[in-house]
């Protein structure tokens, strides 16, 4: 697409990686790392990423045993792990040497569609604003075009 410039408005679109580069970016592990591969990111701006759930996931073992679901909470912990990758890889937001990001708080949190084994979830986090060493973040989760969860996540530069 092209504005009236002639420039592509898409022109800083990057694309995305595996789950090897992932796992240099962000500290999280099996069974805990939720997000498998990042689809494309703009700097500094939105990330779209992917969790393919499958039945072996270690939470569906207990959430629920007779009609496993994933559990709301892990759907918005994926959000925050994107969100936390593209501050990561993004110039200005990436946290200084010996800090993480951490979950800090939550708003305007909605889940509107059961997560299953099979889905994939589609994640995409929009960074909304950067204030000193707190993030603030709107994160959306999808299966199949439908909206799975959304929440504004807010996430704070700590020493680790």
């Known amino acids: 697409m092209e504005c009236e410039s002639g420039e592509s408005v898409n022109a800083n679109v990057r694309d995305g990686f595996d789950v090897n580069e992932i796992k240099k970016l962000i500290p999280?592990?099996?069974?805990?790392?939720?997000?498998?591969?990042?689809?494309?990111?703009?700097?500094?701006?939105?990330?779209?990423?992917i969790k393919n759930l499958s039945v072996n996931e270690s939470f569906f073992n207990g959430h629920f045993p007779q009609r496993p679901v994933m559990p709301g909470v892990l759907i918005i912990e994926a959000l925050a792990?994107?969100?936390?990758?593209?501050?990561?890889?993004?110039?200005?937001?990436?946290?200084?040497?010996?800090?993480?990001?951490?979950?800090?708080g939550l708003g305007d949190v909605?889940?509107?569609?059961?997560?299953?084994?099979?889905?994939?979830?589609?994640?995409h986090a929009k960074l909304v604003k950067k204030?000193?060493?707190?993030?603030?973040?709107?994160?959306?989760?999808?299966?199949?075009?439908?909206?799975?969860?959304?929440?504004?996540?807010h996430a704070a530069e700590v020493q680790v």
């Open 28 to 49: 999280h592990r099996y069974p805990f790392l939720l997000v498998d591969r990042v689809l494309n990111w703009t700097p500094g701006v939105e990330i779209n990423a």
């Open 81 to 104: 792990q994107s969100a936390g990758i593209l501050a990561k890889i993004s110039e200005g937001f990436e946290p200084a040497e010996g800090n993480e990001y951490f979950l800090v």
């Open 110 to 123: 909605k889940w509107r569609r059961q997560v299953l084994p099979g889905d994939t979830l589609n994640l």
């Open 131 to 153: 204030k000193r060493q707190l993030l603030i973040i709107q994160g959306t989760a999808t299966v199949d075009g439908e909206l799975a969860a959304s929440a504004h996540i």
